[in-house]
């Protein structure tokens, strides 16, 4: 088994050798520190509803855990979560009163999922947060002579009926004190004031964020967003508003459109002068009509991007190349809203041999076996420490805020150890078709969309016999773009009019989850739905490329979702008309109830 040598630091930073030391004493032997956190969490939550269900007695064992416990999904913990959400605060799933709920991906109603947390649960983010750098600094020298220009942001968020938040994570974390009043530290300096990032207003955010980027230039060291997607949202906005920026650089003075009182009193001590050489700089390097590499000719400094670009994010992998000039990019942990789980060790390798090590103390991590059919043996789940190289598991996990035995969903694969604890590749979303960002698409909600849609020509006779889809990442943003083969009544081709295939698209954007319909409206993250109508008989010519590969006639299914290049030059070259979503999809942060 591959296995990474010991972390050793380069610098004389005692807080370097405390985290480097904690990493290499976590994953010496994994298996005691699952056994120890599993036990702490079942020994607190003895008393809670949901273990004293399944009879475990203050059992704190594996074995006894593993045989009473199942193996759960979001829907099968819905009504504790209901009950939790609309006040109940007896100790249902954890002893420890739930402070917030951290909002995921939505469910099969469209709805966001409520993940519980406890007020510890920010000392564990913290605790991992505090590991990233001195990590990076085995690898990049110096970070601590300049600035990160991270485009952070909050987001919407709302209350449930029994008043606790319900909020994603980053916007709990940000506006929490742990980052509001974090103490100063030289390798975690932003040039975004906090001002900035926790305006609930993503214009004038992303705004003051962007000029004060501009404004302290030189010291930028490193760029980076969540998602690889965000830092491309910033570099299409500095396309469209760097005459707006650079005046109010050259002026000394702050654009209008920031209104919000804490941003402007913040600004008046950030843009005190007018800055006319900048200002020249700006609009001769903005001006030209090429912009590869304008990261670099900005911001000539900057050592390496800070963005996850795993996952769905990899297919903005060589946009972000040709306007970086090529910098490395760092995808430096692996969390999500149920927990956070792990680092990467070699933050600057390439983006597709990133792994991730799993921390053993944030949670308890079994694993169940993936096969490619996506079945899975629920009753042979596997410890952290007995994980395989080669093998693809999903994650399931036990945490200290109260989901026991959790799937979340996400599909692994083994590549190696670092000591005695396993390096983890992300492989995919389970179940998962279409993903800008935030948002996750399955196949049984684009079916439900494509359904709901085709109803408004259905009167006509017209009806969509064959659909499939992508994710487009050219445009900034990106947008979900859905190919239909439609057949009219008596077997004609009439389409149906632009005014009623328009509505198509913002009927299907209606029939998408909450995540999506915030990512259009408040986030603005992702662009209007594109519904594009190939000629008749483009499917059978699918069908027929894909025989000519090797698939049997007999097993083939159409693809939901494609992105495999002659695939999408087939579909594109058939395309008789394109129509795009005519306004936005409804939305609010308020929940159902």
């Not at 949670?363 to 410890?383: C, I, K, Q, W």
């Not at 396993?422 to 078709?433: A, C, E, G, S, W």
């Not at 709901?452 to 979900?480: C, M, W």
Request: with cysteine.
């Amino acid at each position: 088994m591959a296995v990474d040598s010991p972390l050793q630091s380069r610098t004389t930073s005692e807080k370097d050798v405390k985290a480097l030391s904690f990493i290499e004493e976590m994953t010496r032997n994994p298996d005691s520190v699952q056994e120890k956190v599993l036990g702490e969490i079942l020994s607190r939550n003895s008393c809670t509803e949901y273990l004293k269900r399944f009879g475990l007695n203050g059992s704190t064992d594996r074995k006894t855990f593993k045989t009473k416990v199942p193996v759960v999904t979001y829907e099968d913990l819905k009504p504790e979560i209901q009950r939790i959400s609309n006040g109940d605060r007896s100790p249902i799933l954890s002893s420890h009163p739930i402070t917030e709920f951290l909002t995921s991906s939505g469910t099969s109603a469209g709805e966001r999922k409520l993940m519980p947390t406890i007020d510890e649960d920010l000392d564990r983010r913290q605790l991992l947060y505090s590991l990233l750098m001195p990590v990076m600094n085995l690898y990049v020298p110096g970070l601590d002579k300049g600035k990160g220009l991270y485009f952070l942001f909050v987001k919407s968020e709302s209350k449930t009926s029994g008043g606790l938040p319900a909020r994603p994570v980053l916007t709990s974390y940000y506006k929490s004190d742990h980052f509001k009043r974090r103490p100063y530290d030289p390798y975690n300096v932003y040039t975004s004031p906090n001002e900035a990032i926790l305006c609930s207003d993503s214009s004038q955010s992303m705004y003051a964020q962007m000029l004060c980027g501009l404004v302290m230039r030189h010291d930028v060291l490193r760029l980076g967003a969540v998602f690889a997607s965000g830092l491309l949202r910033a570099i299409s906005f500095l396309q469209n508003n760097w005459k707006e920026l650079a005046r109010d650089i050259s002026t000394g003075t702050l654009s209008s459109r920031i209104f919000d009182p804490a941003i402007k009193n913040r600004m008046s001590k950030i843009l005190t002068k007018s800055e006319q050489e900048l200002a020249e700089f700006l609009v001769e390097v903005c001006s030209q009509d090429n912009w590869e590499g304008i990261i670099t000719k900005i911001w000539p400094n900057t050592k390496y991007l800070d963005v996850i670009v795993t996952g769905a994010m990899a297919q903005y992998i060589p946009t972000l190349e040709y306007y970086s000039g090529g910098l490395p990019m760092a995808c430096t942990m692996y969390a999500s809203s149920e927990s956070y789980f792990g680092i990467n060790l070699k933050p600057m390798c390439k983006p597709s041999e990133v792994s991730y090590t799993i921390m053993p103390n944030m949670a308890y991590f079994e694993f169940l076996p993936h096969e490619h059919d996506g079945a899975g043996d629920e009753t042979s789940l596997v410890e952290l420490a007995d994980v395989e190289v080669g093998k693809e598991y999903e994650l399931v996990i036990t945490t200290y805020a109260g989901l026991y035995r959790y799937k979340v969903g996400d599909v692994l694969r083994v590549t190696g150890f670092h000591n005695s604890a396993p390096q983890f590749k992300f492989i995919r979303r389970k179940n998962v078709l279409l993903s800008i960002e935030s948002d996750k698409t399955d196949e049984a909600e684009l079916q439900k969309a494509v359904e709901n849609a085709s109803k408004l020509f259905a009167a006509q006779g017209t009806r969509v016999i064959e659909y499939t889809s992508y994710a487009d990442t050219k445009t900034i943003p990106g947008h979900y773009v859905i190919y239909w083969e439609l057949l009219g009544r008596d077997q004609t081709n009439a389409l149906p009019s632009d005014d009623i295939m328009a509505k198509c698209c913002l009927e299907m954007e209606e029939s998408l989850n909450s995540v999506y319909r915030q990512s259009r409206v408040a986030d603005k993250s992702i662009g209007p739905l594109e519904i594009r109508v190939v000629q008749n008989g483009t499917f059978e010519e699918l069908m027929d490329y894909a025989i000519s590969r090797g698939a049997s006639i007999n097993q083939y299914k159409v693809p939901r979702c494609v992105s495999f290049t002659p695939i999408m030059e087939l579909l594109d070259s058939r395309v008789v008309s394109a129509h795009f979503s005519p306004s936005l999809p409804h939305w609010s942060p308020e929940r159902r109830r």
